[in-house]
């Protein structure tokens, strides 16, 4: 169990119940991850939507991967429910899906959430785009706003 340290205004210290590489432990032992090129063997594959979560910052500095959707982490349960008001139709396409983000652990979970929501199949990028960079694979550039 993680505790908070004492805050700049002499807030109590509390338990956290559970932290973030818990919760990555958990998600990992429950979702499937791909390496880089077997991500890149799934491309081509018209059955397959790779996803990514990472700021769009991010992208903007660093490109994307190839046909790559884009959603934010912070959106993506919203975009999967068919209930929400923000539902994007792609996620209810009865396609595979393979999350990514930067290095790897936003997609963990939000492949764990989606897994959990239902969505399936779905994988991650183990290493996220900076594995699949520093793989060599295709890279297309930001689009210029």
């Not at 340290?5 to 429950?30: H, I, P, V, W, Y």
């Not at 979702?31 to 397959?48: F, M």
């Not at 929400?84 to 492949?111: D, I, M």
């Amino acid at each position: 169990m993680c505790k908070f340290t004492q805050g700049q205004r002499g807030e109590r210290a509390s338990e956290m119940r559970k932290g973030f590489r818990e919760m990555l432990d958990e998600a990992n032992a429950e979702i499937e991850a791909v390496s880089p090129d077997e991500a890149a063997a799934l491309l081509d594959d018209d059955d397959t939507i790779f996803v990514d979560l990472r700021d769009p910052r991010e992208i903007e500095r660093e490109g994307n991967i190839p046909g790559a959707k884009h959603c934010t982490r912070g959106m993506l349960e919203f975009w999967i429910d068919p209930d929400s008001p923000y539902h994007k139709p792609f996620f209810a396409s009865g396609k595979s899906f393979v999350f990514f983000c930067a290095g790897g652990w936003r997609s963990a979970l939000a492949t764990k959430t989606a897994q959990d929501m239902g969505l399936e199949p779905v994988k991650h990028i183990l290493g996220g785009f900076t594995a699949w960079k520093q793989a060599g694979l295709p890279i297309e550039p930001a689009k210029k706003k």
